[in-house]
T-cell receptor, first 111, second 114 residues
Framework: RKEVEQDPGPFNVPEGATVAFNCTYS??????FFWYRQDCRKEPKLLMS???SGNEDGRFTAQLNRASQYISLLIRDSKLSDSATYLC????????????FGQGTRLTINP | NAGVMQNPRHLVRRRGQEARLRCSPM?????VYWYRQLPEEGLKFMVY????????ESGMPKERFSAEFPKEGPSILRIQQVVRGDSAAYFC????????????FGSGTRLTVV
């Protein structure tokens, strides 16, 4: 089983729509959770951390379910500029210093 | 306030040559991580270093690959006798201490082996 699993997509949604991504992780001891965004042929960039209580940053909402080992990202009122690959990230099995990346979910926002 | 600096941005090597990839962490960051991204795949951890120490190299191939982070100067990822399968984007990331706030990545080095 992969340490971090995501639906690779692609997701194609119209501008203004709400879209949600899910991710599951295998290490129940993981303590740090993030969503990164990667544009084509660019480096990954931190979108937001994910906290146990859930957190929001503008149009983006992240939630964590420790019991189910499940992380989600919700994007409201999607913009064309939201088109990217979204990477679910958790700290690794062997210790807290290594981050493990999911394969990513590709999102395209259509005008 | 420069971010994580990687060079070169693009590197072309013939099979059997050596590739040296450099990474200068953000100012004040003492932890460096190298990741590899093969075409159409996710990022795979390679190695985690602090100054003069390799902390975790569990993702490094057993042969031909090595990494260092000397007391002075950038971190170096070295690939000897490159093969076509080494063609990938190599990303370096840094953090001040731990991963509480995630990493900051450099723009990567795209290695092409011909």
């Amino acid at each position: 089983r992969k340490e971090v699993e995501q639906d690779p997509g692609p997701f194609n949604v119209p501008e203004g729509a709400t879209v949600a991504f899910n991710c599951t992780y295998s290490n129940s001891a993981s303590q740090s959770f993030f969503w990164y965004r990667q544009d084509c042929r660019k480096e990954p960039k931190l979108l937001m951390s994910v906290y146990s209580s859930g957190n929001e940053d503008g149009r983006f909402t992240a939630q964590l379910n420790r019991a189910s080992q499940y992380i989600s990202l919700l994007i409201r009122d999607s913009k064309l500029s939201d088109s990217a690959t979204y990477l679910c990230v958790v700290n690794g099995r062997e210790g807290a210093q290594k981050l493990v990346f999911g394969q990513g979910t590709r999102l395209t926002i259509n005008p | 306030n420069a971010g994580v600096m990687q060079n070169p941005r693009h590197l072309v090597r013939r099979r059997g040559q050596e590739a040296r990839l450099r990474c200068s962490p953000m100012k004040g960051h003492s932890h460096v991580y190298w990741y590899r991204q093969l075409p159409e795949e996710g990022l795979k951890f390679m190695v985690y270093l602090q100054k003069e120490n390799i902390i975790d190299e569990s993702g490094m191939p057993k042969e031909r690959f090595s990494a260092e982070f000397p007391k002075e100067g950038p971190s170096i990822l070295r690939i000897q006798q490159v093969v076509r399968g080494d063609s990938a984007a190599y990303f370096c990331a840094s953090s001040p201490a731990g991963i509480l706030n995630g990493y900051t990545f450099g723009s990567g080095t795209r290695l092409t082996v011909v």
